[in-house]
């Protein structure tokens, strides 16, 4: 706040040091003033008009009676008060009108009773949809330089709504990475005891769904709750096109690699149980069944997870995310043994940088598919 001050106006901060805080979410400082000389006391020469037009933040100046003495555009954009020109005009009765806007006020006429203190307030106004805006006001003292007595206050107005909602979001997906975790580990654990006590074909489709059940289940009632938008863990169709185009390229190329290692490798024994992958009806059944499983891993693994650890961890590139889900998305694979970690983990990566591209879930799910597929057939996993 001092520094934006001292941009405004000319030779006019005086700063000492002493900061107390006062109650309500206010910060108050007695010790701080902004001097004002003589010669730029009258009227719109209180602030360089140029710089205040064009700062970012809002900023509202009104003398001891509570006339307005300057409102820049940001100012009224933030308080959506159009382009009416409130200079001249008192600042509680050119804004009575507007409910919404009492806390804002208040925290004027406060900084027009007390202009000793320097205070900063958090508030938090609706619009008449219900929508939120966070604002941040920091009011100080004007003074005449050589003069104790003040002239009037001025306020910055910082619409701070992006800032509170990206640590919002970062919180409710950090909530969302830990209980996921924490259901897998949970689905992990009852495998073992399954496969160890009791005579389940943990290989089988039917507990494959179990498991992912179990896993997904209190993940999505979470993000239903916490009202997360859609397109946040990639159920849009935004890019479909280069979705699908570039799904089909990668599939054509996923396919040959496992053909040809396939080759390499030698006849291998199927761990997935009985299926007759040979004949088109079996082919069919196991697409049929994989289609909407790998869609929902997809999107537990993708959207949700590589999602939230991006958030979470500010991973703007979105790199260390991908890494990182795709080496738990192995774990989802772990009572096939630890080959099938390992390609599920690399998969994972390669589903994690389509979805990285797309923004959506249509590529990633569809190799998925065609590739999962193709490695149950040739007996990969």
């Known amino acids: 706040m001092v520094r934006c001050h001292r941009q405004i106006f000319p030779d006019n901060i005086s700063k000492k ?21 003589a010669e730029n006391r009258n009227g719109g020469n209180v602030i360089f ?50 409910s919404d806007l009492g806390d804002v006020i208040d925290a004027m006429l406060d900084a027009i009773y007390a202009p000793n203190n320097v205070l900063t307030r958090d508030l938090v106004i609706r619009d008449e949809t219900g929508s939120e805006r966070h604002l941040t006001i920091r009011t100080s003292m004007m003074q005449e330089s050589g003069s104790e007595s003040a002239l009037g206050v001025v306020a910055i107005i910082s619409d701070v709504s992006e800032k509170v909602q990206a640590l919002r979001e970062r919180a409710e997906f950090g909530h969302l990475a830990v209980l996921f975790l924490s259901m897998l580990g949970l689905a992990n654990i009852l495998t073992l005891i399954v496969d160890q006590y009791l005579d389940v074909d943990v290989y089988s489709p039917a507990f494959a769904w179990a498991y992912l059940i179990i896993v997904a289940g209190p993940v999505f009632v979470t993000a239903y709750w916490l009202r ?13 096109r280069q979705a699908v185009r570039e799904g089909v390229i990668v599939s054509i190329l996923a396919l040959g690699a496992l053909v040809g290692l396939s080759y390499l490798v030698g006849d291998t024994q ?45 991973d703007r590139s979105g790199i260390r995310s991908v890494l990182v889900a795709s080496l738990i998305f ?43 597929t193709a490695a149950f057939a040739l007996h990969f996993v």
């Open 270 to 314: 199927p761990v997935t149980g009985t299926v007759d992958y040979s004949s088109p009806a079996g082919l069919l059944l196991v697409i049929l069944l994989y289609a909407p499983h790998s869609f929902l891993q997809e999107l537990l693994a993708r959207g949700v997870l590589q999602s939230s650890l991006a958030r979470l961890t500010n």
């Open 330 to 372: 192995g774990l989802f694979h772990a009572h096939f043994g630890l080959p099938a970690v390992a390609v599920t983990a690399f998969s994972g990566m390669l589903f994690g940088w389509l979805f990285l591209r797309h923004g959506n879930l249509i590529g990633a799910t569809m190799v998925h598919v065609i590739a999962g």
């Open 49 to 98: 008009p140029v710089i205040v037009q064009n700062m970012r933040d809002g900023v509202i100046a009104v003398d001891g009676t509570g006339t307005i003495i300057t409102m820049n555009g940001p100012a009224r954009a933030i308080l959506s008060l159009g382009e009416t020109d409130f200079v001249g005009e008192n600042f509680a009765e050119a804004l009575l009108h507007r």
């Open 228 to 240: 997360l938008p859609a397109a946040s863990i990639g159920l849009t169709l935004n890019n479909w």
């Open 17 to 37: 040091q002493g900061n107390v805080s006062g109650g309500n979410g206010v910060q108050e400082d007695e010790s701080q003033t902004m001097t004002v000389p």
